[in-house]
């Protein structure tokens, strides 16, 4: 029940959400002065032995607790509403769905700046930048005293103004360190400002295709409220120009646009691409932000000055004062389901929030799920498709490379040495393809064959040759490269396989004058050096990009007409049902890359199974056939989307345990009263069972139909927590689980 103005002040108990793993809100008498909280705003509130910061979720007449046993909230945070009650009422909508504590998804859906009780204002206090001088000078800031040398190194790393935020955990001198670099004029002040701002001049729009044409007007034409639609266009078809016109009839009405990215590493184009044809300002909200500029974004879509608000998959929750549009890009990526804490997917968030909101939703992609395609096929969505390249570009022709008949360098076969060096020729940049990054995956000695074990997960360490350094892409391991075997103290040490660094290393060898450019997670480290590499290419100062799938979506180089994809059968027998529609969705995006302008362009995948259905259906960019296939073997193994599935995770310090708490969890299962279409499987150790020195394990639970999946979680889970064993692991339910690792 909301707050009624005509409850007697005895009669008001305050609900409030707090960041807490009890599946419930939290009541509290009213502060003893002041204003009763609304709704959606914040309250400082004590819990336990400290003070936390909470969301109100409403005001009732009565609390199941005596009012003795009561304590009172110590401090209203916003005199206003900081949710509004559509917001508030999804994200309480989600907590039911997901199964999840109901204040740690409200508090994570807030910055962190505003968990911590900063005002909910946008600061006005200027930025700092770096000058060219104080670039020149970097070389000489040791011989400065401490504070401005870790400032002005601070500052070289930053790819915009910095903030006090940002400078003050640096130093406690930080203020007269920013003075002192100012006054030697290697430092300058510059007025802050979030917002992505328009270029000075807007570009005219290109001419639309016919399909184009077609989809806007199905999108901008429909009656009011919400629809979904799917717009599948080939890569290279023009989906972000239908954005972008859809989006411009939108702006018109002087209303806000919500679009998603699976990426960080994408947002910097879509900002551009909206910068050069919108004169409106553009929050732009993911995690490689600090606090400051996170919640200056945030505040400023709330308040409707962000026209265009563009982010990764935290910004679905992001409150708008106008939105009559949510587009989500790539609309297939894993990236939108959240794997830790909140386990969500932000597409279908997305689409939830359209649907409450009476706002259209826009689902684009190359290669869309097949949950998607299932929806369009049964018109519960409306399927827009864009069937050919804009302009004169054609999709590139696509071969196959026996590696069962052909000799590898370094992984690279003949061909497309060969292919990589006509293109180097021809002044035209190539594009290969391995989605494992280091040198070699294994380290293994040749004399007695021991592999280099990771010694907190069930993983072998990965060879990073030009740092020396063994480490673990699971849980981070690092130590020294050996210099002889643990085992047989033999020297005869050598890395099997191939990664970014190795295939990098060859090509060097094989074409010295040529400019190379590794893009993966190790060389995209330092803040700005994604978009410098990118940048790079773009401008054509890189001739071969080796990378991984980073590289796979989203990019556009005019220039690039060759796509090489090395090991490409990794995912082909994955233990996952996903497995195969991952590796065809990423493997037709990467060579989507390829002949994208006026240059013909060409895609060499080396496999050792050219004859796999999967390969023959990439060869003809048929990805509706590749989804027929697919989906008879879905339909055949109940998979989704033709049943509905949640997995309970678990994990403990010792062997054995987390499979115990599973199979208590599956005997409770068994004593409840079954519910039609709903299955409980075995439990099971996960497929790499140690993790981080955990040890881990999953059980499955398979339901014909959505609501009965929902009943029997409900009443299951509530069984579960009230037992005494369940704070014997750590456990987490995954509702529409995508990575079943």
Known sequence: MWYSASMSSAQRIVQVAVPSPLP??????PPKSGPLPCPGARVRVPFGRRSVVGVVIGIVEHSSLPAARLKTVQDVLDPEPLLPPDLLSLLQWASEYYHHPVGEVICSALPQALMQGRPAIVSDNDGWVITDSGRARL???????????VVLRALAGHAAAADEASLAPLSARWRSAVRSLVARGWVATVPRNCLSQPLLRVADAPEASEAQTAAIAAITGGAPGFHCYLLHGVTGSGKTEVYLRVIARVLETMAQVLVLVPEIGLTPQLVDSFRQRFSVGIAVIHSGLNDSERLCAWLKARDGSARIVLGTRSAVFVPMKALRLIVVDEEHDGSYKQQDGFRYSARDIAIRRGQREGVPVVLGSATPSLESLQNARQA????????????RAQLPPVRLLDLRRLARRDGLAPPLIE??????????QSLLFINRRGFAPVLMCHDCGWFAPCPRCDARLTLHKAAGRLRCHHCGSDTDVPSACPDCQGENLRGLGEGTERVEAALARLFPEASIERIDRDSTRRKGALEEKLGRVRTGAADILVGTQMLAKGHDFPNLTLVGVLNADQGLYGYDFRSGEQLFQRIMQVAGRAGRADKPGEVLIQTFHPEHPLFLALRQHDYSGFADYALQERREAQFPPYCHLALLRAETSERGNALAFLERARAIADALEPVPGVTVMDPVPSPMERRSGRYRAQLLIHATQRPALHRFLVQWLAQITGTPFARKARWALDVDPIDMH
Request: glycine content about 6%; cysteine-free; overall charge positive.
């Open 139 to 149: 070389g000489t800031a040791p011989t400065l005293r401490r504070a401005p040398a």
């Open 419 to 428: 292919a990589v060096h006509n293109r180097l020729a021809r002044r035209e």
């Open 24 to 29: 419930r809100t939290f009541d509290y008498l």
């Open 380 to 391: 519960r969505y409306a399927l827009l498709q864009l069937p050919e390249r804009v302009g």
